[in-house]
């Protein structure tokens, strides 16, 4: 699933474990339905300072049903947005989205001749509906106990990937790592968050179009899934009932002041949008953590664009009986000095998912 062919060939880069430690000049870019988020870091991975952060709208369309739909029109974006920032970095990382990528935990018997990767195969044809030619295919060791490996498969669609490689290879950056959305934010909670061995805390990454959601036992991912629901039904229906624009949807989601009748229709409409968006996550979360464990959740963390609508944390918060609090994905990086932390604090909770890739351990190549 990196930048290099064959089958299995980069299996273990998707998930950035077997790489060394060096982030210089490393762009994180998270191609979203509605956004594109770029990041430049530099320095070690544990201790990283942010040189430069933005994000730009995408065509509507440019991304669909998880893939790249207009290469050109992304790859347009990415090339403005990192003129616009000054970054001059080409090496590049980024994300499939969850829902496009099939995950699994196995358990093989793996005997002194034997080659895990082969292994490997087999045991990923039970799963896969597709023929493996189309697919690629990535894992991570969780457990290696004498003849017993218990791993971590990933696979995605070819096509898939390559969509999101070709948008960044046409705005002149060469994709060294992909990842997967789930893992770059388990990676930017680890740097950021300590958690006991047996806690049990849930990263929400709210989007647009999807919510993707992570359960950790002890800072570690037990089990991840999505929502087909985010903050833009909610946008929709505020750009139809009030006839306002977009920008001015956007704003008043996050709580902006307006005309009184504006401010009271809008939030009756951003009401009823969260008690539908918060019961969808509620519904999944319940799920995802029950499959993990019958002890009480210790928090919520939630991230994306969305996190920011006016009353959805606490909607969760009074469903499922648990603080939710804001991710800080900056909260332990060093800010360069040619970010304004204004605008960082108004994006950071989009910036998620890129602040996980740009802490990815990147060799140097
Ligand atoms: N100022 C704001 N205040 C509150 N919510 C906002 C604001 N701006 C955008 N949103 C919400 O955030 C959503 C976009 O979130 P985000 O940028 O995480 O999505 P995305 O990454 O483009 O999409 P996806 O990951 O679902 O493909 C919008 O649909 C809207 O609901
Ligand atoms: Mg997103």
Redesign the pocket.
Known sequence: MAARGGALAGMRSVLGRAFGRQTSGIVAV?I????V?ILEVRGPADAPELLRAG?AA?PEGA?QNNTVADTVAVAEVIRTLLADLGIKGRLAVTAV?GPSVIIKKASVHLKADEDLETLLMVEAQHFIPENLDNVSLDYHVLRHDAEEVEVLIVAVRRDILQGFMNALAGAGLDPVIVDVDYFALENMFELNYESGPDDIVVLI??????SSINVLRGGVSSTTGDVQA???E??DSLTSALGVSADEA??L??GGAADPDLRERADATIARGVVELADAIDQSLRFLWRTVSDDPLQMIYVT???A???GLREALATRLGVSVESVNPFARMKIGSEIDPATLEEMAS?LGVAAGLATRRVERL
């Open positions: 998270d979203g339905s509605t956004s988020k994000m995408l991304l989205p990454d709210i989007g647009a179009r999807f985010g903050g833009g909610i946008l956007e704003r989601l996050g994306g664009g969305a920011r609508i006016h989009a």
